[in-house]
């Protein structure tokens, strides 16, 4: 690391506008409002801001490491990881673990970015240490390395696998279904019965992964009806994994329970059925189940809603009952049906892929071709962010 003379007020503005991107990245990179060429934007300027910390050396560390201290958030726990890998210094690679570890759980995830962002060659003397370790921090981010980077790490998957951490667990079956290690499906399958439904869930997923969906729908099934924060996700990965005709009908169950009727109609967009628009339309003007139908019409169309006025900020536009909620943008019901009955929708867009959709497709792949690998959909975009 360089000692290079530099301005304060400069560098200072790389690492407090490097957190604030790569926290806008966190929150779209799997969402349904920005498409892979305005994650590129964002990727050339985050990658623009991590450059003029590393161009600022000495000083570009401690401006990054000052404003840690005095916003322990993800978003400067991510600046710290990422220029501690791109120097590939071991003290400085320790002290972001040790940042991450006294922020606790959540302090994983940032340096799990900051790792994806890495090259192959800068992880390549830590990752082996990493697995090796005692502790299970150290190991959740070996796995992190190799999830990111689609690495098999071979025969040593299988004590990951079987590790007593349920986060290293977690991560090591994750793995296991995203590079298809079928030989490791007695581990996946043992992983349905863990204690956390979080586990359970990972478990299931990879289970699918590997093409056994029938053991990982009945835990799949149990989290849908006694977890609702898992539910919606659940419920994604149960249709993504079910016939089209079998998924609908095991969907409309669902639909009629009130206690699971909001995910359910959030995810009715994923059969791609242009018929439930009129249906849906009737669901927007219920305050309750706006935002859920909102997002199925974004699954529906491959249609950039940002250039339409069908979504609202203001919510008192919709009517009083609507005036309280803040659920972000929402369809006005109104706006979308003359839209609809115009020319039933997507006419006279450009084609639009979220990222979102993105996700899915590489979800419907892998789950359709038990060799097929899971494809990166996160992978770091190189877009001139001045067009």
């Known amino acids: 690391m360089l000692h290079v003379a530099t301005i304060a007020a400069i560098v200072d503005q790389h690492a407090e506008d490097a957190a604030f991107l790569w926290l806008r990245r966190r929150r779209e990179i799997d969402g349904p409002l920005l498409d892979e060429t305005e994650i590129g934007r964002i990727d050339q300027r985050l990658e623009a801001n991590i450059e003029g910390l590393m161009a600022a050396g000495k000083a570009g560390w401690e401006a990054a490491l000052a404003r840690f201290g005095d916003y322990p958030e993800p978003g400067e726990l991510f600046v710290l990881g990422a220029l501690a890998l791109r120097w590939g210094e071991a003290a400085l690679v320790a002290s972001a673990i040790e940042a991450a570890i006294g922020v606790g759980k959540t302090g994983l995830s940032p340096l799990s970015a900051a790792i994806a962002r890495a090259p192959r060659d800068n992880l390549r003397p830590f990752v082996a240490k990493w697995l090796d370790a005692r502790d299970a921090w150290p190991r959740a981010l070996g796995l992190s390395a190799l999830w990111h980077h689609r690495v098999d790490p071979g025969s ?35 992983g349905l019965d863990a204690e956390t439904p979080g586990e359970r869930l990972t478990a ?42 079998a998924g609908k009908q095991w969907l409309r169950k669902h639909l009629a329970q009130p206690a699971r009727r909001v995910a359910a109609t959030a995810s009715i967009g994923l059969f791609g059925d242009h018929k439930v628009m009129p249906w849906l339309i009737e669901k927007m003007r219920e305050p309750d189940l706006a935002g859920a139908a909102g997002a199925s019409l974004r699954d529906l169309f491959e249609v950039d809603f940002g250039d339409t006025d069908l979504f609202v900020a203001d919510t008192s536009l919709l009517g009083k009952d609507f005036a309280d909620l803040d659920d972000g943008l929402l369809p006005a019901a109104d706006r979308v049906e003359a839209w609809w009955d115009e020319g039933r929708g997507g006419r006279n867009h450009r084609l639009f892929r979220s990222m979102r959709r993105l996700r899915l497709g590489a979800l419907r792949a892998a789950f359709a071709a038990p060799e097929t690998p899971l494809a990166d959909w996160r992978g770091t975009r190189s877009f001139p962010a001045w067009i």
Not at 158 to 187: E, N, Q, T, Y
């Open 156 to 190: 040593r998957l299988f004590d990951l696998a079987g590790h007593s951490d349920a986060v290293v667990r977690g991560h090591a079956l994750r793995l296991a279904g995203a590079v298809k290690r079928r030989d490791l499906l007695p581990m996946v399958l043992a």
């Open 204 to 245: 299931a997923v990879a289970a699918c992964m590997l093409g056994e969906t029938r053991s990982a729908h009945r835990v799949i099934d149990q989290i849908v009806m006694t977890e609702p924060g898992l539910a919606e996700a659940a419920i994604e990965i149960r249709l993504l994994t079910t016939p089209t005709k």
